[in-house]
């Protein structure tokens, strides 16, 4: 949590964060606590050749490994049940826990795939939902979390899914004379 501290004739005071007056009242311990979850990266010098032998080692040892362990939440020190829910957030709040939430991941070098109209309440869910998600944390390159399962009727973005008009495309294209897989010919 980050406090300010005040002098005032030799007596220390501190003083909670400024709160805007149309902010919720929790959003400025949140965006704290958010910042706080950022990864500390300990900066050390290697040569290009140990970075690219750790790199592959990391790689082979992600493409070998069984499902993650351990959830982002885990790492960050973050857990979802400490965010408020959308209904008592303005659009504001929203948008600026969502900032703050993606600057936080891309310091563990993750990323999420979300759709670029995704309304914030449903973003934010998303967000926020990431710190269940098992994962990886890896030190060179990017892990992306996608939610998208690829089907569209199933997927959680609903109509903002990505892939929806690539389905609505083969669905217009199937005819009664198509064969099911299992009775094609190659």
């Known amino acids: 949590m980050v406090w ?18 149309t902010m919720h009242p ?25 970075t690219i032998e750790n790199n592959f080692e990391e790689v082979i040892h992600w493409m070998e490994s069984d499902e993650p362990q351990h959830t982002f939440g885990y790492f960050c020190g973050l857990e979802s ?30 990323d999420i795939d979300l759709p670029e109209q995704l309304p914030l309440p449903l973003a934010y869910k998303i967000l926020v939902n990431s710190l269940n998600s098992k994962t990886n944390i890896v030190d ?35 005819s009664p004379n198509d064969l099911p897989d299992d009775e094609l010919l190659f």
């Not at 929790?26 to 140990?50: E, F, G, M, W």
């Not at 400490?82 to 991941?105: G, R, W, Y």
């Not at 979390?145 to 929806?164: N, R, T, V």
């Open 140 to 174: 060179n390159g990017f892990i992306s979390m996608d939610s998208c399962p690829g089907y569209a009727p199933d997927c959680i973005f609903k109509e903002y899914c990505p892939c929806l008009d690539v389905w609505h495309l083969f669905e217009d294209e199937e």
């Open 81 to 110: 049940v400490n965010f408020p829910p959308t209904n008592q957030l303005s659009l504001k709040d929203l948008k600026i826990v969502c900032e703050a939430f993606h600057e936080m991941m891309f310091s563990w070098n993750l």
């Open 4 to 21: 300010d501290i005040v002098l005032t004739a030799n007596i220390y005071y501190f003083v909670t964060p400024k709160i805007n007056s």
């Open 26 to 50: 929790y959003l400025p311990y949140l965006v704290a606590d958010i910042k706080a979850a950022h990864r500390i990266h300990k900066h050390s010098v290697k040569s290009s050749h140990q």
